[in-house]
């Protein structure tokens, strides 16, 4: 498997855009603010939870299964709990999470990725192909298999999330490296007496921050989309409820109480579009695509 | 030629057993890693003492940790993933017997979202950069955004609750028992709406990667020549450019093919499909292990071949690779 998935272009992962044509500019910051839109809703409503309602996201009530109304604005699900303080601050929930497991994802990937990239050829090819196993194996299911097993709560959740999630952020930032050690800064560096350690950090890494950037974006996004599919699955921690947790509550009341899938779903698919339009057009911006051959 | 394709898969194939072996032993480093006994971790909560000690010995559970790990590893090559406690089944049964539901769901889903994908991509890098291709890129961005599970809650609350024209959920009607043509129908009836939610993010991931490579065939010089040898336009977009993009929608294919597979396990609980996936998720929470990691370790297998075959479609697409 190692030749086909190589051939793989890491642009097409980060970004289709292509910034050759200057007129496009326009559009890929035009993506990269409508992105920012679409994520600052749920993110600042999560934020200002508090202001924005003053009902208790756990507190049951008779009201069960209303629709939509002023008193509850997102109406109230089956135990009669408001629907809308439990999207702001399910928000909170899925937003750590997802915010938590992608910085570790990002930081492994980073590291595997320079690593490899930097000292080529025994450890890069050691480092690619435990990159390849972790490509291949199904990742959802894995995460499912060991949260099943070692149990939930949602410390082991974001561990899970971050340890089975960096290999795009390692595959892109290994390219990068691939070019980037062969400058003449790194040669002067080198010859300057410089450690490795020193060169990577000091030298290497602020030119690869760009790339870690859109790659932290998409990870982001990525990490609260397996986040919501482990807690719609009933894996998540029980005791937080995040936007997966409501809309598996939603499932089974589908027939009845349309507002209750319909707007958890809706935050959720706003603040991950939100975050691949973000990714998108950055990566247009930085010209990803021209230096991650 | 047929030579150069054997040693191909061959090679493939010795990618690919490690990498079996490595999920099962993986497998087996997480079931030793939960916390408490492993025996009964695999006989259930209650099990009877005898049951117990039956499941001791058949994993060598008393032996030291290599030679437990030997046990369960030739027993899962020989392909005995153990009995489901809540079944009283060997789990390779029931896996079997489950398995074509989403066999059947994975492939209509799979196939319909490479077509349509690869449809996509082709238009959207012949107009690129007009309204076609905005229309093409903004949906596909929306495809792998939306969560498939959100997707497929929205599909039945517009079709099924709202319209009334599609079933909600089920194999087939429960009411009514349909014969030979008739129940055909009954169950595509049943799937469209499952197929639908499942090809939706696979469509959009194939569209995008399929543009992105089209775009930079599109650039090559092999273009300009035959171009200039007169061919027409639709001769040089879908021969000469699609022969070249081609080898990434394959590869895309393959390597969405687990998340594919966790798709199906979303879906099919949505629906009420009696697949695979519904297996997997129930064993979940019947505590039932060895069903559990005994599915996963078959899809994962599913997945490393899916992995293999397309690796050789691209080789013999394209025969610089990996020759």
């Known amino acids: ?293 | 030629m047929l030579g150069g394709l054997g040693l191909l898969i061959l090679r493939r194939l010795a990618l690919g057993v490690p990498l079996v072996l490595i999920i099962i032993v993986l497998t087996f480093a997480l079931v030793r890693l939960a916390p408490g006994d492993p025996a009964l971790l695999l006989a259930g909560d209650a099990p009877t003492p005898e049951f117990l000690a039956q499941v001791r010995a058949e994993y060598d559970l008393d032996k030291p940790l290599q030679q437990q790990l030997l046990t369960y590893l030739l027993h899962a090559v020989q392909g005995n993933l153990g009995t489901s406690i809540y079944f009283g089944q060997p789990v390779t049964r029931l896996i079997l017997q489950y398995f074509p539901v989403t066999l059947l769901l994975t492939t209509l889903a799979m196939f319909s979202a490479s077509v349509l994908g690869i449809l996509l991509g082709v238009i959207a890098a012949d107009r690129r950069d007009t309204a076609t291709d905005a229309i093409v890129g903004g949906a596909s961005l929306l495809g792998f955004s939306i969560p498939i599970f959100w997707l497929g809650q929205l599909l039945v609350l517009l079709f099924a609750v709202t319209l009334d024209i599609l079933p909600a959920g089920g194999w087939s009607s429960a009411r009514v028992t349909y014969y030979g043509f008739d129940y055909v129908l009954d169950v595509a009836q049943h799937l469209i709406l499952p197929v639908t939610t499942l090809m939706l993010f696979e469509t959009a991931m194939i569209t995008r990667f399929t543009r992105a490579a089209m775009i930079e065939a599109l650039g090559k010089d092999y273009v300009t020549v035959a171009y200039a040898k007169g061919a027409t336009h639709s001769r040089v977009l879908w021969r000469h450019a699609l022969a070249n993009a081609l080898t990434t929608s394959v590869t895309v294919i393959g390597l969405e093919f687990g998340v594919l597979l966790a798709g199906a396990v979303v879906t099919e609980i949505i629906y009420g499909l009696p697949g695979l996936g519904r297996l997997f998720f129930d064993s979940i929470f019947r505590r039932d292990f060895q069903l559990m990691t005994g599915c996963f370790i078959f899809a994962s297998t599913a997945v490393v071949i899916v992995n293999i075959i397309t690796d050789i479609v691209v080789a013999v697409l394209d025969p610089r690779v990996g020759r």
């Open chain 1, 1 to 293: 498997m190692a030749e086909s998935s190589a051939a793989l272009p890491e642009s097409a992962a980060l970004g289709a855009g292509t910034p050759t044509r200057r007129h496009r500019s326009f559009a890929h910051n035009a993506s990269t603010w409508v992105g920012l839109g679409l994520l600052g809703i749920p993110l600042l409503a999560a934020l200002c939870a508090p202001l924005l309602t003053g009902a208790d996201p756990m507190a049951l009530s008779p009201q069960t299964l209303r629709a939509p109304a002023l008193a509850h604005l997102m109406g109230t699900d089956d135990l009669g709990r408001d629907v809308f303080s439990r999207v702001l601050y399910g928000g909170r929930v899925s937003l750590i999470v997802g915010l938590t497991s992608a910085l570790i994802a990002i930081t492994i990937g980073t590291a595997v990725g320079m690593v490899a990239g930097y000292f080529e050829g025994r450890t890069d090819e050691v480092l690619m192909r435990i990159t390849e196993i972790f490509q291949i194996i199904p990742r959802f299911l894995l995460a499912i298999v060991v949260v099943a097993l070692l149990g939930g709560g949602i410390v082991k959740v974001i561990v899970v999330i971050g340890v089975l999630g960096w290999v795009g952020t390692a595959r892109v930032v290994r390219a990068q490296l691939l070019v980037l050690r062969r400058e003449e800064f790194v040669l002067a560096a080198t010859l300057g007496g410089a450690s490795a350690w020193r060169i990577l950090t000091r030298h290497i890494l602020p030119n690869v921050v760009p790339f870690i950037i859109v790659s932290a974006a998409l990870q982001t996004g990525g990490a609260i989309l397996t986040e919501s599919f482990l807690s719609f699955l009933g894996l998540g921690d029980p005791s937080r409820p995040s936007w997966g947790l409501l809309l598996q509550q939603a499932q089974l009341y589908l027939q009845q109480a349309w507002w209750m899938s319909t707007f958890p779903g809706l935050a959720l698919s706003m603040t991950i579009l939100g975050l691949n339009l973000v990714g998108d057009g950055l990566a247009s911006k930085f010209g990803a695509r021209k230096i991650a051959r």
